[in-house]
């Protein structure tokens, strides 16, 4: 059962790495169309920066906050043997959601569907911690 917790873990890092990718891919092409300068990303990202060179940046950010909690939960959940049918199942879900997410943003953006996506996947990660906490409430 542990392998099969540790492979949407896996699949959610390496697309959070994919990702990554499109950041500087990003920034050179604007930079290519001279839209920025390398002074434009001295503190981050200034005000110049264009929003289709601004987005990749905030979807990899967005994999990177709340994600934390569901990687800290699955690794819970194996280092205390409370790998469940259930628990996989959530994390696929939380992986789906995160990966339709980062679609949504990267694509037509509309928000309250990306909003819908993003508050569903944080319920997902919340039970998975509910569920995990569970058993230690009850004594």
Known sequence: MTPALLQPMAVLALWTLSVLLLVPIARFKAGARGEVDF?????????????????????????????????????????????TPTQIALAWAYVALRVLHSLIYLGF???PL???????SNVVVAVMWV?????LWRG
């Open 39 to 83: 002074d434009d990303f001295k503190h981050g990202e200034s005000a110049r920066v264009p929003v289709h060179t601004r987005v990749p940046n905030r979807v990899f950010m967005n994999l990177l906050e709340v994600p934390v909690l569901f990687y800290v939960a699955c690794l819970v959940a194996v280092i205390l043997q409370h790998v």
């Open 114 to 120: 990306r909003l819908t996506v993003f508050a569903v």
């Open 109 to 111: 953006n509309k928000v």
């Open 131 to 135: 569920l995990l906490l569970a058993p």
